[in-house]
Every structure is written in structure tokens, then in C-alpha cells.
């Protein structure tokens, strides 16, 4: 997984600056609020993915890989929208497709390429409410 994300990453770029990839449910749950508000994490990464730079504010998406679940999306959504300053988009998978057993191999460039779909209409549609986009 974090291969792909590592790759997903530097696709993003220079559209969106990822500012920390994180891969553990439990981690997200317990950093998002600090994120959210511009602060670093109370735990460090265990991971080099990203600027880690936590002063880049306002945030504009959090994006959520394949290994997140909906209902994990939609929890953490819960417990944490209208934490930033400005209204973010919290793009995820569609629960509807399922992945394919063996991806293929420009998986990377599909993943980044439909989240800039995703966020490009969360902007056209005004880009003012926060919500779950799926790609």
C-alpha cells in the first residue's frame, strides 16, 4: 500500500501538496483534530511520505487511499468535520467498485488522476461545503 501511495504522491503534484500519508485508522482518529487545525501530529509519522509541513493552511481535501473503508471515511468525517478554517473536501473511494484482485499496473496514475477528478468537481460545484466526494 504504501508504494502505491508513494507513487499516488508524487502524482498529485504539483495540483495537491501532501502533507502527511497516513496508512493506520487508529492514527488518523487520533491526529486528524491537530491536522485539521494546522498543527503536527503528537505522534510522528512512521512514514516519510509527504512535506510534513503543518503550517500550510487552510487545508482543501483530505484524500483517503483504497485500505480506507466508507464506514471509516464516514466516521472520521463525523468525528471531525468543521475542524478546519474553511470548508474541506474528504475524497474516498466509491464503495460501490471494487478494486480488481491484482491491480493494474498504471493503478497509480488511475488513483491520482480520478482524485483530481473528484476534487475539480467538489470546486466547480463551489468548493464552500463539506462533504464526501467519492472518486
Sequence with gaps: MLSNGMQVTELLKPDFEVIQFITSFDYAKAEFGNLLTGQPPKTPSSNDVGTHDYTQQPLRAIIFGRGYSFDQVS???ELFKGKSST???WIAGDPDFVLPAKLP???????????????RRWEEAGGEREEIVLY
Design 75 to 77: 466516521e472520521l468525517y
Design 105 to 119: 499496473p498504471d493503478y497509480a496514475v488511475m488513483a491520482a488522476e480520478n482524485t483530481k477528478r473528484a476534487f
Design 87 to 89: 470548508p474541506i473536501a
